[in-house]
């Protein structure tokens, strides 16, 4: 099986299609005006091509960002982590509008053996941080 898609020509030119700049339909960029159709052309790529373009995409937050930022623990990942499940309305902007952020970046720092002791010395209210924020 193999997956059209349309990319910029000077993009095929080169054979590389870069994560966040081919479509599925052109006809949606065109009426958004972000290309004339005389910018695209149509590619057939492999089913296992197209699932590394879907899965080194960024969404539309992150574009802005070094790609490298939202990996575990950090603070992009974090805010992520926090909003994922959470009403438009609920969510937050910046980490240090989350409630006991400091908890939970102590949480992502303690290692296997030290978890015990770690949590037993924490509030129940930290606990219930740190639980309701993961969901664990």
Do not use: C
Request: proline share 1%.
């Amino acid at each position: 099986m193999r997956v059209n898609i349309w990319v910029r020509v000077e993009d095929a030119v080169k054979g590389k299609i870069e994560p966040n700049k081919y479509w599925l339909h052109a006809k949606h960029v065109v009426e958004q005006k972000l290309l004339k159709t005389d910018d695209l052309v149509q590619v057939s790529i492999t089913v296992d091509e197209f699932a590394k373009l879907e899965d080194s995409k960024t969404s539309k937050n992150d574009r802005h960002l070094d790609k490298h930022v939202n990996i575990w623990g950090s603070d992009h990942w974090l805010k992520e982590q926090y909003n994922r499940n959470r009403a438009i309305e609920d969510q937050v902007d910046e980490l240090t509008e989350i409630k006991a952020y400091g908890v939970i970046k102590e949480y992502l720092t303690v290692k296997g053996g030290d978890f015990s002791v770690w949590w037993e010395s924490k509030s129940i209210a930290e606990r219930q941080v740190v639980t309701g924020y993961f969901g664990h």
